[in-house]
């Protein structure tokens, strides 16, 4: 499926700062479970043209997700969608190749997170969390959609391509526990 040349985000949705980090998307208005919120748009590149964006110093910070295992979508610089925080917990979810939906219902005031791990599949990606809520992992990994509690957690709600990656290698890992 080809992506919308631009994001779309829910008018009920601001950008504002955030206790987890830096400036997060916040609810205005109350939203049932499974309303979609956010459709990400953009171009589709390479890998290889990916890593030249990111090291690129002239670059703004470059929002992505990825699409299949050549291909990467780059959001538009500085869209709205691009402030979505991560969580370990997090109350939106993928509902398709490029929409996100409320996993739950959503209060006014509330930040909408979703979990990286079900849009990530760069093997050497890290990142720490600062979520803070009582599923936290600490790290958030490109090999977390090897994990089984997230693999029960979110059931069919990753992007295709790890979902097909899910679906290949049916045998999940077990999470380490903290110490």
Known sequence: MTPAPDCWLHPGIEVRGSAIEGRGL???????AGTVV???GGRLVSWAEL????ADPEQP????ITVSETE????????????GNHSCDPNLWWVGPYELATRRPIAAGEE????YATSTAEPAFTMPCRCGTALCRGTVTG???RRADLRERYGDHWIPMLLARIAAHPAALRPIPPE
């Not at 890593?51 to 990111?54: D, E, K, Y």
């Not at 910070?61 to 992505?64: A, M």
């Not at 909408?112 to 979990?115: A, G, H, P, V």
């Open 112 to 115: 909408l997170t979703n979990d």
């Open 72 to 83: 990467h979508l780059v959001l538009p610089p500085r869209r709205p969608n691009g402030y």
């Open 26 to 32: 916040f609810a205005r208005q109350p939203y049932p």
């Open 61 to 64: 910070y470059v929002d992505t």
């Open 143 to 145: 090999d977390d959609w």
């Open 51 to 54: 890593r030249r964006l990111i």
């Open 38 to 40: 956010s459709r990400l």
